[in-house]
């Protein structure tokens, strides 16, 4: 079994920020891919930035220059640094990552379970 647990959402005013967190856990052989994802009401779910194992890092244009994500591969943990959080960027975060279980089998996506972001006065 493979759990993903994240974790730091809330309510915070425009201009302000959180740290979202997501813990891996279970029989893991490997991660490769991290990041997270997010889905507003009525809209479909968008990448919002990814991070390989060797820490390259990729985000969505919505993003650049305000969010930073980052790992610690020793924790099976991925964070988002949410900085500068404007209305449109409510939504719920949904992390992953791409697990391989044993050096035999392949890799595949797990995700946890999603948490609240509401940006608000």
């Known amino acids: 079994q493979v759990q993903l647990v994240d974790s730091g959402g809330g309510l915070v005013q425009p201009g302000g920020s959180l740290r979202l967190s997501c813990a891996a856990s279970?029989?893991?052989?490997?991660?490769?891919?991290m990041g997270w994802y997010r889905q507003a009401p009525g809209k479909q779910r968008e990448l919002v930035a990814s991070?390989?194992?060797?820490?390259?890092?990729n985000y969505a244009d919505s993003v650049k220059g305000r969010f930073t994500i980052s790992r610690e591969n020793a924790k099976n943990t991925v964070y988002l640094q949410m900085n500068s959080l404007k209305p449109e960027d409510t939504a719920v975060y949904y992390c992953?990552?791409?697990?391989?279980?044993?050096?035999?089998?392949?890799?595949?996506?797990?995700w946890g379970q999603g948490t609240q972001v509401t940006v608000s006065s």
């Open positions: 992953y990552a791409d697990i391989r279980r044993a050096s035999w089998l392949g890799s595949h996506d797990y």
């Open positions: 279970g029989y893991i052989f490997s991660i490769n891919d």
């Open positions: 991070i390989t194992s060797g820490g390259s890092t």
